[in-house]
């Protein structure tokens, strides 16, 4: 077994999300799946998967495929729940905290744009998290747009997949006319909350800090150091990945 290969009892957790009737492949839905975590967490190039996985053709296929009818994100939606649920709190969070991560571009066809506060060419990750730290969605823009504005298409998302949620936990880069809107729109307050210092000492954001965790936790998994896809859409893709991975090791630590 590869590390980041899937658990008996991750399996199971899978077979009771997604339906399986209509898988009709020669190959094992787990070994595709597998041969994805795989790209996501060791970086691999999809021409040079393992030959012990199918051939990389068929695997990048599925990829697509799944990214486009939204299966990763319904099962990061389902993990969320399951683990909320398991921590003892509600399967739906009520409150959400936002950062964003400026990431290098690697390839000449990645997207890219330039990011002047963090002297950075390439694209930004908009994450939003529960209280816990756990994913929940993300939007992926190149780097030059302002946090404001690519947190506004990170709402709007949140809003449709997890209606519950009223209170967003944001930093400084999401002041300004993004409040207001917010709140009109998808009936959310944006709270902003600054990090601060005493005696010289480093004092984390009451509440927001689990977010920067979160994209610290991110970097472990390879794929996401640098933005190598062509396409805005499957980088969000691997982050969304990433996170299921994430959630079925905290859901069968036990």
């Known amino acids: 077994m590869y590390t980041s290969d899937l658990t008996e009892a991750q399996k199971a957790f899978i077979k009771e999300t997604i339906p399986m ?79 964003a991560q400026s990431v290098r571009a690697a390839s000449y066809p990645s997207p890219k744009g330039f990011d002047g506060n963090k002297k950075v060419k390439g694209i930004k990750r908009q994450i939003a998290v529960d209280e816990n730290g756990h994913l929940l969605d993300v939007k992926t823009t190149t780097a030059n747009i302002h946090d404001s504005k690519g947190g506004l ?32 729109t998808f009936g959310m307050n944006v709270e902003i909350t600054l990090s601060g210092s005493s005696d010289g000492k480093f004092i984390p954001a009451k509440g927001r800090w689990v977010a920067e965790r979160s994209i610290s936790w991110l970097d472990n998994f390879r794929r996401l150091c640098r933005n190598y896809e062509d396409t805005l859409e499957v980088a969000r893709q691997m982050v969304i990945i990433a996170g299921v991975a994430m959630l079925l090791n905290r859901l069968t630590a036990n």
Not at 61 to 77: C, M, P, Q, T, V
Not at 163 to 176: C, E, F, M, S
């Open 153 to 184: 298409m990170l709402l709007a998302l949140l809003a449709a997949s997890h209606p519950v949620i009223k209170k967003i936990l944001a930093d400084r880069g999401y002041r300004g006319d993004l409040i207001e809107l917010v709140r009109n």
């Open 21 to 99: 009737d209509n898988w009709t492949s020669k190959y094992d839905f787990f070994l595709v799946f597998d041969a994805i975590l795989y790209v996501d967490k060791t970086g691999c190039q999809w021409r040079n998967l393992p030959h012990d996985f199918p051939a990389w053709q068929t695997v990048y296929y599925y990829f697509r495929a799944w990214s486009a009818i939204g299966e990763f994100k319904n099962l990061l939606d389902s993990l969320v729940a399951e683990v909320r649920f398991q921590e003892g709190q509600t399967p739906e969070p009520s409150v959400a905290v936002v950062d």
